[in-house]
């Protein structure tokens, strides 16, 4: 497993933008595939982006296309997760996932999460 930290969240009005990281602490996060994912109050935690070790492959929420971008810096070790055009129903805890086999949709196939980062997009 590998630690993740997540930062960038924040405060933003609606057609705001925000760029969330996604750093590891003592791995080396380009031999990971990584997810972002989000988790409303009393919703189930849904994928919204994610991409392969080496960038190669990316793939989006619906929601979320032509909005969102997902890159990553393998030599800095870190992934980031731009938000352009946010809407209220984008407020959600933001999480970043790892695995080095599975790049998913489904959170279930991550084994490592970091702590989350709040996303709050005001009407």
């Known amino acids: 497993q590998v630690q993740l930290v997540e930062s960038g969240g924040g405060l933003v009005q609606t057609g705001g933008s925000l760029r969330l990281s996604c750093v590891a602490a003592?791995?080396?996060?380009?031999?990971?595939?990584v997810g972002w994912f989000r988790q409303a109050p009393g919703m189930e935690r849904e994928s919204v982006a994610r991409?392969?070790?080496?960038?190669?492959?990316?793939g989006y929420a619906d929601s979320v296309t032509d909005r969102f971008a997902i890159s990553r810096d393998n030599a800095e070790n870190i992934v980031y997760l731009q938000m352009n055009k946010l809407r209220p129903e984008d407020t959600a805890v933001y999480y970043c996932?790892?695995?080095?086999?599975?790049?998913?949709?489904?959170?279930?196939?991550?084994?490592?999460w970091g702590q989350g980062t709040q996303v709050t997009v005001s009407s």
């Open positions: 991409i392969s070790h080496n960038g190669g492959i990316v």
């Open positions: 003592r791995s080396t996060l380009s031999n990971y595939n």
């Open positions: 996932a790892a695995d080095r086999n599975r790049i998913s949709a489904s959170p279930v196939d991550y084994a490592s």
